[in-house]
């Protein structure tokens, strides 16, 4: 057995939001230095790491990433940090693997370099590790994410992740208050929040695209019940499966917030606070992935491509710089969901991610 579960359970009981893995990264970057690799702390300014393993010879650079944060929840009242993504597994799975390829010695050409990124909820992790120039000399990166048992159960993997875009869009809607009783005198911020949210509702994509769009937080308070609210914030999130339909489907939301916002004398200052693109994959590496996948779990172990409404900032990699990418799914039985307050998987499968990452890594540098 490997120590990846060492690594997990103290990362687990550590949970930071993004920009905030403080305590996370000093760990990872004290054990990869003491295994051996050159580390480079604070990459942009942020908690990102990189490390590189360079065996002077000729060959490809390749990069493995993992992400760090954890996500905020509002549990019993309490604003929280807690790993319900699993991102605690990712780390400890690449720094597992990251310091048995070292100890055995079988890396043979080329860079090995790990980068170790934070802050992949909010969008903005990858983006910043790359303006932090962690991937100027990269020719290939790969990531992972674990699975929910009903997309991929323990004991099967998945070579390719299809991700979808997702945005996040935030209103602030600015109405004119009003005594309740002279409501002809106000713009109601409420009334505007309501149209805008019924406005987007209408908007429709080609049938055969799985797209969404959907309101996900509205705040309006005119802090006594007998006036008329001025002020209003209204959230959105969409997702789509490829970057043209997410064009589509924002330039229409943003569209529909303005017009039917000021349809009654209302203003809308919107702003477009995230942006994931959907996956680009490289057949080469998604061919490499596969058949480490098959090395370690054999070929019943290999599941079909998954293609998922989910996000991941991952894909900033490839998108902003000419890198071959690849993607895979873990399966870890993992229950009752993603982001779910009691998210719980099998932490024994975490073997699994080692074995296939180390593979992977072999295929290209070995």
Known sequence: MSNVLEHYHYLHQIPELGFEEVKTSNYIANKLEEAGYKVTRNINNTTGIVAEYDTGKSGPVLALRADMDALGHIIDGQHCARHTCGHDGHSSMLLTAAQELIKEGNIKKGKLKLIFQPAEELGSGALAMIEGGAIDDVDMIIGLHVRPKDECPKGFASAAMFYSASTTVEVDIHGIPAHGARPHLGVNALDAATMAIQAVNTIHLAPSLTYSVKATRCICDAGV?????????????????????????????????????????????????????????????????????????????????????????????????????????????????????????????????????KTCALKVLG
């Open 225 to 357: 019940t007998n006036a008329i609210p001025s002020e209003a914030y209204v959230c959105w999130d969409l997702r789509a499966p490829t970057n043209p339909a997410m064009d589509e489907l924002k330039a229409k939301t943003l569209k529909a917030i303005e017009l039917s916002v000021a349809s009654i004398g209302a203003k809308a200052d919107i702003k477009v606070s995230k942006e994931i693109p959907a996956a680009e994959i490289d057949d080469e590496v998604t061919k490499i992935i596969a058949e480490s996948i098959t090395d370690v779990l054999g070929k019943e172990g290999l599941k079909d491509p998954i293609f998922t409404p989910g996000g991941e900032d991952f894909f900033n990699y490839p998108r902003e710089r000419d890198v071959k990418s690849g993607f895979w799914g873990l399966g870890v039985d993992l229950t009752p969901g993603l982001h779910h307050p009691d998210m719980t998987f099998d932490t024994s499968a975490l073997e699994n991610g080692v074995k296939i990452t």
